[in-house]
């Protein structure tokens, strides 16, 4: 499904961000990045996502070289993927239902499905009685949960979650990932980066180590080598 | 789909508009004070064009034809100024005429009334007004009808003076300062617009800084350009909107509170009535130009955001 292949990744100011790095993803996979900051796991997501290009190399969706998709087109490449940041990345001036609905608008839904799904996602993360606060009004794990929400909402193929736990208690780190592998469970791939050790060890699944821009290991079953 | 995206980004724009409460006032804030500039350097330079328009029309030449001259002579005089290319209208005041307005005019002066019984015979001579296409016509208007060869020798021996030479002065300077005023106010209202639009645009393009986390989250989760620009042109209107209709409303004290100086400067015509009659026309040019400034601006504005891969 997805497909790293030789990439490498050097900044203008000479950085070098990734290096010869290549792997490949399953449908159905959950795999864990772990690595220490600067590492290159968060370049490698904003490559997945049209973020900027790729020195050399090439990454491919579903047979599809993402550097080659033009700029009017990535909006319908990025809708099939759900992201998830550490920061949240919600729109501030809406409310989590709005910010949940609007990825569904973006997507061409009726307001009738709006209707019926957001509160639908929002159960599911269990925000039903936040629904209409502003993002200033919830707590960094109620926020997540709303980046979950509006991530899933238009049931993408593939979930990105770059560092989804690092703002987080250990108490909603463990709900947060739960709820990721329930995701998993029902068919969605997903790509989690963390520096969480125990987050890693918990779920148990195939995890790739990375260290000054190369995959130094790829585990098929979770251990946190660092 | 279209009419539901349209209405979802209408809708959208408002409801930023209305939640970015603060960066909407200070951005209205601003673009009154664009309007304004706007708008004043034009209201200013139509009603100063039309109180030129005013003087201008008050310029003549007077040529007094002698008490003696048969009307068919004056009459054929007139027609042979009127064939001037320079000259616009020729007007004839007949002795009669010449001596019922200056009745009405003095008629509550008893002593010139009772001077006037007392002479008997009508003591005033008929007039041509002549009238120029422009004010610097006047002069050589003047030179052709000293000119005696131009004219026929009877048709010149019934005039009897031309007071071109009385008023030369006040007509040069006149035309020399109506030529001035319309130059300087083209360059002002260059320069003002200029600057307006490029305050509103400055200001537009720092509410949408503000806004770039969010838009580069838009565009994270998939949103096209349209679907993300949309909500911020529309927002840019309703700030055109609101500051439009805003500066409309100050410019109604603002001009009644000049009324009185307009009035005393110009005679006649003042700024006030000049806003009110013009009304509609000044409604429209401030509102709509908030709103193409809004919108161009934003649709700039977010494009710079858009551009990034």
Same mark, same amino acid.
């Given at each position: 499904m997805i497909y790293f292949d030789n990439v490498s990744k050097i900044y203008p *100011?000479?950085?070098?961000?990734?290096?010869?790095v290549t792997f490949s993803v399953k449908q159905g996979e959950f795999l864990s990045i772990v690595g220490h900051s600067g590492a290159g796991k968060t370049t490698l997501m904003k490559l997945l996502l049209g973020e900027g290009d790729c020195t050399s190399g090439s990454v491919s969706f579903d047979s599809v070289d993402i550097q080659k998709v033009k700029m009017k087109d990535m909006p319908n490449l990025r809708r099939r993927i759900g992201v998830i940041f550490q920061d949240f990345?919600?729109? @501030? =001036?809406?409310t989590a239902y709005e910010n949940v609905a609007f990825a569904m608008e973006i997507a061409g839904k009726t307001d009738e499905e709006i209707a019926s799904d957001v509160p639908h996602v929002l159960e599911l993360v269990d925000l039903s009685k936040k629904m209409? =606060?502003? @993002?200033?009004?919830?707590s960094g794990g109620e926020l997540q949960r709303v980046a979950i929400a509006r991530a899933i909402v238009n049931h993408p193929d593939l979930i990105i979650a770059d560092? @989804?736990?690092?703002?987080? *208690?250990p108490i909603n780190t463990y709900e947060i990932v739960q709820i990721l592998k329930k995701i998993n469970d029902l068919g969605t791939t997903v790509i989690l980066t963390t520096h969480n050790k125990g987050v890693v060890e918990a779920l148990g699944k195939r995890v790739i180590t990375m260290d000054h821009g190369r995959v130094v290991r790829d585990d098929p079953n979770g251990k946190y080598a660092l | 789909m279209l009419w539901i995206t349209i209405k979802r980004i209408i809708k959208a724009g408002f409801v930023n508009f209305w939640r970015n409460g603060s960066v909407s006032l200070s951005a209205v804030f601003v673009m009154v004070i664009a309007l304004f500039m706007i708008g004043s350097t034009l209201l200013l330079t139509a009603f100063l064009g039309t109180a030129l328009k005013d003087l201008t029309d008050k310029i003549d030449i007077n040529i007094y034809v002698s008490a003696t001259a048969p009307e068919s002579s004056i009459l054929d005089l007139q027609a042979k100024i009127e064939a001037?290319?320079? /000259? +616009?209208a020729v007007t004839y005041i007949s002795r009669e005429q010449a001596l019922e307005t200056f009745r009405v005019r003095h008629e509550n002066d008893h002593r010139i009334i009772q001077a006037l019984d007392e002479v008997g015979s009508n003591p005033l001579t008929a007039v041509l007004t002549v009238k120029a296409k422009?004010? &610097?016509?006047y002069e050589g208007i003047a030179k052709f009808l000293e000119? +005696? %060869? %131009?004219? &026929?020798p009877d048709s010149l021996s019934?005039? %009897? +003076? /031309?007071?071109y030479n009385d008023n030369k002065v006040a007509i040069e300077r006149l035309s020399r300062i109506i030529d001035g005023v319309k130059k300087l106010g083209g360059i002002v209202t260059v320069v003002l617009v200029g600057i307006s639009i490029l305050i509103t645009f400055n200001t537009i393009r720092l509410a949408i800084f503000i806004a770039r986390d969010e838009i580069s989250v838009m565009r994270l989760v998939g949103g096209s350009n349209e679907y993300i620009r949309g909500p911020f042109v529309v927002e840019g209107m309703i700030y055109g909107l609101v500051s439009g209709m805003l500066t409309i409303i100050l410019f109604y004290p603002i001009t009644y509170w000049l009324k009185t100086t307009t009035q005393g400067f110009y005679?006649?015509?003042d700024l006030l009535h000049y806003f009110v009659a013009n009304f509609v026309q000044i409604f429209f040019i401030i509102i709509l130009s908030g709103i193409v400034l809004g919108a161009v601006s934003s649709y700039l504005a977010v494009r710079k955001y858009l551009a990034m891969r």
């Open positions: *100011d000479g950085t070098v961000a990734l290096e010869g990345r919600l729109l @501030p =001036n809406k209409w =606060n502003f @993002p200033r009004q919830l560092e @989804p736990t690092g703002n987080l *208690d | 001037l290319p320079e /000259v +616009k422009e004010p &610097a016509q000119n +005696k %060869s %131009s004219l &026929a019934i005039v %009897s +003076k /031309v007071n005679g006649g015509i």
